[in-house]
């Protein structure tokens, strides 16, 4: 089988692996742990005064949204950055 061939069976797979749950369950709300855990401790222990806060807080959930993808993308780039320069270096090693 052909690279190409098995590279768009491999994103074919990764879409309906995306829409899948979004057809599903379109109409449902994905909160985050921060939320969940927030709400299991103040049931648990009603008095509980957190023993830090955030610096700063973003203006919205948008700059919040944006933030968190931002710091996303330098990581896989970091990490993309690594592999290649990995791969590079064992081609050079093997063309010696």
């Known amino acids: 089988m052909k690279t190409s061939t098995k ?3 491999l994103l ?4 309906i692996i995306i829409l899948i749950p979004l057809i599903f369950m379109g109409n449902s709300e994905f909160g985050g742990a921060d939320g ?3 709400g299991v401790i103040t049931e648990i222990s009603p008095d509980y005064e957190p023993w830090f806060s ?3 807080e973003p203006p919205s959930g948008e700059i919040e949204s944006l933030l968190f993808a931002l710091q996303a993308a330098i990581g896989a780039g970091i990490i993309a950055y690594f592999f290649g320069y990995m791969k590079g270096k064992r081609k050079s090693a093997n063309n010696r």
């Not at 074919?12 to 879409?15: D, E, N, Q, R």
């Open 7 to 9: 590279n768009l069976i």
């Open 12 to 15: 074919g797979l990764v879409i």
């Open 54 to 56: 955030s610096i700063w």
């Open 36 to 38: 969940e855990a927030e």
